[in-house]
């Protein structure tokens, strides 16, 4: 690997993007850094698709005209996209309690802003309109969907706003949300997911009845599933208060179980009702996360 690769690998470590002054300044440089640091990037057509060559008529913007065709032909040809009407794209960022929760350097619910911006920057750059909506137990704000780029100011002021709230309560928010969002485009849900997994999936089911495409960015503590802890630790539920002292290792076999059999059902139901469930502990660098989310976008088109 490159000096320059290595450079962008530690800037996209999440606890080095928090530190960053501006979150519209992480949102552009997290998104070029990503791009910048992949070999070929599927980033490029991320809404819009190539179709076809038409000759070049005179007149028209120069932008889209294939050099390398008039190279060989000495004729000017442009090439023809096929625009998917600009995407449509909501944003459903969990500021739940439990989301204020980070053993290194980053909590869940920074690292969701975070990944909230770049995706709103990265789509907006694209021309897509791009909404956002903020929720605990239930729905705090809601952003209509805009792709111009002054938009852009108006999301990034109502990201870097965002403090942890109240309990979880995801299925009736997302029940709600669903009814409100009334043109047809893409979900997606960032969150730890802490509540009832078939009550979320039901949530989730409403938006694919109406037609929307989903991507679950499913954010967790690495601690949150090896219960990594030495001696003994006193456990607080951020969002009941109720507190637990125990030896973490007497409960270690048990708890992988059980959240492994969480994860397992949650990425099932998913898979069963044709929803992107993507994984991501929030020691994860930005770059992996977005390539995760653009390669299956891109395999779902």
């Not at 053993?103 to 995706?119: D, N, V």
């Not at 669903?178 to 089911?205: F, H, Q, Y």
Request: hydrophobic residues 40%; contains cysteine.
């Amino acid at each position: 690997m490159s000096p320059e690769q290595n450079d962008i690998s530690e800037f996209l470590r999440p606890e080095t993007v928090s530190r960053l002054a501006n979150i519209d300044l992480k949102a552009r440089l997290i998104v070029e850094g990503f791009i910048a640091g992949l070999h070929k990037s599927p980033y490029h057509g991320f809404s819009v698709e190539f179709a076809e060559y038409r000759q070049y008529n005179a007149g028209e913007s120069t932008r889209n005209i294939d050099w390398k065709i008039y190279a060989k032909t000495d004729r000017y040809y442009t090439k023809i996209f096929e625009d998917e009407t600009n995407l449509s794209a909501t944003l459903l960022l969990d500021r739940s309690a439990s989301m204020d929760f980070g053993s290194s350097g980053i909590t869940k619910l920074r690292y969701g802003t975070l990944l909230s911006a770049a995706l709103a920057y990265l789509m907006i750059k694209q021309r897509d309109a791009v909404g956002l909506a903020v929720f605990d137990e239930k729905i705090v704000e809601m952003v209509p969907h805009r792709s111009v780029k002054r938009h852009l100011f108006h999301l990034m002021k109502t990201l870097e706003n965002i403090t942890p709230g109240a309990m979880t309560e995801i299925s009736n928010t997302l029940h709600e949300i669903a009814e409100r969002i009334k043109r047809r485009g893409l979900i997606i849900l960032i969150s730890d997911l802490l509540d009832d997994s078939g009550r979320v999936i039901s949530g989730l089911k409403h938006f694919r009845h109406r037609g929307h495409e989903i991507v679950i960015f499913h954010l967790l503590d690495p601690k949150e599933i090896s219960l990594d802890y030495g001696g003994e630790v006193r456990f607080v539920d951020s969002e009941t208060g109720e507190k637990i002292r125990t030896q973490p290792w007497f409960l270690k076999k048990e708890y992988s179980a059980d959240i492994s059999g969480w994860i397992n059902d949650l990425e099932t139901a998913c898979k069963e009702n044709a929803i992107d469930y993507n994984l991501v502990t929030i020691d994860t660098s930005f770059d992996k996360a977005l390539f995760s989310y653009l390669s299956k976008r891109r395999r779902m088109r």
